[in-house]
């Protein structure tokens, strides 16, 4: 093993340490992964990152004995940065770097820098290994929330679970920017099933400012809540990042989605998922149209011929509403679980509950 296979084996068991994990697979698929996402001096620097936020400085602390200045190590974080690779924020007027997962994060973030190469290594490592980490941490990284036409004021909607009021409650800039994954299978020769539209993810804050010097185009909240009611009308499963002060949207279809695909590869995806309704059909109404089958990306509806009605897989179904939504006969409704899961704070608490597996 040469030095620089050295030390990209050395950042994939640091990474694989952090967040939801990095783990390493027969084919070698992450290290491929690796080497376009750091080069080797950018991967000795990123041996020092941890998913708390930290400054230049004090990652400085960790290498200066390589003989590495502080200015080459500032250097070398804003590039990474700038490319998706590590994730960055803004405190008191200090920059502030942390390691971000694959999914959510690098693949969002990096995407716009990705090639072919990228996304065909990235839809490998999901089966070969990362979607087994990704799908086994204390709690998920993203919650699914309802699209807005399958609530009604009976439920009682907490603030985390109502996506207008996340966009209307954010700090800071909103940016819409392409789905990353459905521009990488359409790159693959697989175009999405779901929609034709590319800008359908958005994000609020840190993740806003950064995204828009990438080139995310910085929009306003009735731009964003219009972004979000065609998301529904298109039966797009809407997913934030699981705490309360969102900073990213994903709105997921099951063909491209490298969430959903993870959760749809689970026998019984509704038991580790955050979301906190299910459907659920009144039979004597349902007329077996079968467009709820159609709108599922979980693939939880089925229509049972001897019963005459549809019928609801709960060991699947994630709350997402949107075969309510879209009911012609409103056979169907959302049933609010017993006992809510209530999302951590902020990114770095979920990060502290999923680096605990």
Not at 176 to 196: D, F, I, L, N, Y
Not at 314 to 343: F, H, M, Q, Y
Request: aromatic share 6%; hydrophobic share 35%.
């Amino acid at each position: 093993m040469d030095n620089a296979d050295k030390i990209y084996n050395e950042l994939q068991q640091h990474l694989d340490k952090q967040a939801v994990g990095f783990p390493a697979t027969k084919s070698g698929v992450e290290i491929r992964i690796l080497k376009e996402l750091f080069n080797p001096e950018q991967a000795s620097v990123a041996l020092h990152i941890t998913y708390q936020p930290q400054s230049a400085a004090d990652i400085h602390k960790s290498v200066k004995d390589s003989g590495t200045s502080l200015e080459k190590v500032k250097n070398l974080l804003q590039e990474l940065a700038a490319k998706g690779s590590i994730a960055e924020m803004e405190r008191n007027g200090t920059d502030l770097y942390y390691t971000m997962p694959l999914l959510i994060g690098i693949a969002e973030w990096h995407g716009g820098h990705a090639t072919p190469q990228f996304w065909a290594d990235f839809n490998e490592y999901i089966t070969a290994g990362f979607g087994k980490a990704y799908s086994s941490t204390k709690i998920s990284q993203m919650r699914t929330v309802p699209v807005e036409k399958s609530i009604t004021a009976e439920h009682n909607v907490m603030t985390y679970d109502d996506i207008r009021a996340i966009i209307n409650n954010t700090e800071g800039p909103i940016t819409v920017s392409s789905c990353m994954c459905r521009e990488g299978a359409k790159m693959g020769g697989h175009p999405c099933k779901v929609t034709q539209r590319q800008e359908t993810c958005m994000t609020f804050g840190d993740w806003a400012k950064h995204f828009a010097k990438g080139g995310a185009k910085v929009i306003t909240r009735e731009q964003a809540l219009e972004v979000m009611r065609q998301n529904e009308e298109d039966g797009l499963v809407l997913q934030p990042t699981n705490y309360k002060k969102v900073d990213f949207v994903c709105a997921c279809c099951g063909c491209c989605c490298g969430v959903l695909r993870i959760q749809n590869m689970m026998p019984k995806p509704a038991e580790v998922w955050s979301h906190n309704f299910y459907a659920a059909i009144e039979a004597e109404s349902c007329t077996s149209c079968e467009t709820c089958v159609e709108k599922c990306q979980m693939h939880a509806i089925t229509i049972d011929e001897e019963k005459g009605h549809a019928v609801i897989n709960l060991d699947r179904c994630i709350g997402c509403g949107n075969c309510v939504a879209s009911c012609p006969s409103e056979a169907l409704r959302l049933v609010k679980k017993e006992t809510e899961k209530e999302p951590p704070e902020d990114s770095t608490s979920l990060f502290k509950l999923l680096a605990e597996r």
